[in-house]
């Protein structure tokens, strides 16, 4: 039984981080407008659109492109 406890424990601190990665990933339509904007002109150089948003990184830029504007079907 304890193991059974130790292991939701081990699942709770994923369901945070996934939480705190998701917060991450909430963009204001300015950045969202100036993502689409950049990203019409440059393509996937995701450091130069980054360059353009304080605070944001190429890799978050980059994962809410693809969580956007994912093509899979």
Known sequence: ?????????????????????DSKLDFSEDEEFLITRMFNLVGERWSLIAGRIPGRSAEEIEKYWNSRYSTSE
């Not at 304890?2 to 705190?20: F, N, P």
């Open 1 to 21: 039984m304890a193991d059974l406890d130790h292991s939701s424990d081990d699942s709770s601190v994923d369901s945070r981080e996934v939480t705190s990665q």
